[in-house]
């Protein structure tokens, strides 16, 4: 895969492209488990490997901070936010019968026909392109960081702005419903009060 | 490395992710299939940046520094989705996105008074 290496085999297998097929067959079949199983704790755990199959898959495309970041945000809070999330809504753990919504086979069908269209496009036209991944790492923290802070210092700095935001309206939410449980008002009066979680005595 | 490995495989997880989005019926299985999507965007990004930073004179890295604020956004996104899903289920009893009907046009809709809304509500 050097530069004076101008053509190139269809399918020439170098060992990173071996390990990216294998780590990808990995994180598909990960993430096809994570959107079918019948149980949803599972689900969020599938979801993890198929995250930390991301992670080595920009390990591999040499960009080394992305794989870290994902590893600290997604793996380490995104998922624990999610497993959270099952928790307080007591999903039932175990098998539940209705996981799947009705119209799962023109969800199927839908998806189906968009990774058809989806893969054909990009093999159609990215077959003959070619990454270089010699030489230093395109995604090293030095490299990012330098152009993180030197082009993309205004969207950062809104984006920080946008987290507090995030972090206000998210406690703001929760904040509300309980002012709302509290004080008992009579437009929350109708509202069922039989938790399908604990009918099913899951915990 | 050829481009088209992670071109086809982010193609793959995105429409993982959408099939999930549609079929799936618990809110919080929704959320995760929506970072599904978004991982998969995510690995583009990076895929065609790395390309791009060999193939360009000069690149300002602006696929790596969008992923990052994918990665932000996404984060945010979890949050607040959250926060939503378990504000409604103290309201409704329920995460069930099919129960949860209150603003959809049934068949039967007479008018936008609350006689609809009050039977979606006794149902759900």
């Given amino acids: 895969m050097s530069l004076a290496a101008a053509q190139h085999g269809f399918l020439s297998p170098a060992?990173?492209?071996?390990?990216?097929?294998?780590?990808?067959?990995?994180?598909?079949?990960?993430?096809?488990?994570?959107?079918?199983t019948r149980q949803l704790v599972h689900a969020a755990l599938w979801l993890v490997v198929a995250l930390g199959g991301l992670a080595v898959e920009y390990l591999l495309l040499t960009a080394?901070?992305?794989?870290?970041?994902?590893?600290?945000?997604?793996?380490?809070?995104?998922?624990?936010?999610?497993?959270?999330?099952?928790?307080?809504?007591?999903?039932?753990i175990g098998r539940s019968p209705d996981a799947d919504s009705g119209n799962r086979w023109a969800a199927l069908a839908v998806a189906v026909a968009a990774a058809g269209a989806l893969v054909w496009v990009v093999v159609d036209a990215f077959r003959t392109t070619w990454i270089d991944l010699k030489g230093p790492a395109a995604g090293s923290t030095r490299v990012t960081g330098e152009s993180l802070f030197q082009n993309w210092v205004l969207p950062f700095e809104a984006?920080?702005?946008?987290?507090?935001?995030?972090?206000?309206?998210?406690?703001?939410?929760?904040?509300?419903?309980?002012?709302?449980?509290?004080?008992?008002?009579?437009?929350?009066?109708?509202t069922p009060v039989a938790l399908p979680g604990e009918k099913e005595g899951a915990r | 490395m050829h481009l088209v490995y992670p071109a086809v495989l982010s193609a793959l997880l995105f429409c993982t992710g959408l099939y999930g989005v549609l079929a799936r019926r618990n809110a919080i299985l929704v959320l995760m299939s929506v970072?599904?999507?978004?991982?998969?965007?995510?690995?583009?990004?990076?895929?065609?940046?790395?390309?791009?930073?060999?193939?360009?004179?000069?690149?300002?890295?602006?696929?790596?520094?969008?992923?990052?604020?994918?990665?932000?956004i996404a984060a945010a996104e979890i949050g607040?989705?959250?926060?939503?899903?378990?504000?409604?289920?103290?309201?409704?009893?329920?995460?069930?996105?099919?129960?949860?009907?209150?603003?959809?046009?049934?068949?039967?809709?007479?008018?936008?008074?609350?006689?609809?809304?009050?039977?979606?509500?006794?149902?759900?």
Avoid: C
Avoid at chain 1, 72 to 81: A, T
Avoid at chain 2, 109 to 122: F, H, I, R, V
């Fill in chain 1, 15 to 36: 060992g990173v492209e071996i390990a990216f097929l294998l780590v990808g067959l990995a994180t598909f079949g990960a993430a096809l488990v994570t959107v079918t």
């Fill in chain 1, 64 to 92: 080394e901070f992305i794989a870290w970041v994902q590893v600290l945000i997604y793996v380490g809070s995104v998922v624990v936010l999610l497993l959270f999330g099952l928790m307080l809504t007591k999903a039932p």
């Fill in chain 1, 159 to 190: 984006l920080s702005v946008l987290l507090l935001a995030a972090l206000v309206g998210a406690i703001v939410l929760s904040r509300k419903a309980k002012a709302d449980e509290a004080f008992g008002t009579s437009a929350t009066a109708d």
């Fill in chain 2, 35 to 72: 970072e599904l999507m978004l991982n998969a965007v995510n690995l583009n990004l990076v895929a065609f940046d790395v390309w791009l930073s060999r193939a360009a004179e000069e690149t300002l890295h602006s696929g790596q520094a969008l992923t990052l604020f994918t990665i932000a």
């Fill in chain 2, 80 to 124: 607040i989705g959250l926060a939503i899903v378990l504000a409604v289920y103290r309201n409704r009893g329920t995460s069930d996105i099919d129960k949860l009907r209150d603003t959809a046009e049934g068949p039967e809709t007479e008018g936008p008074d609350t006689s609809a809304a009050e039977k979606a509500e006794a149902t759900a």
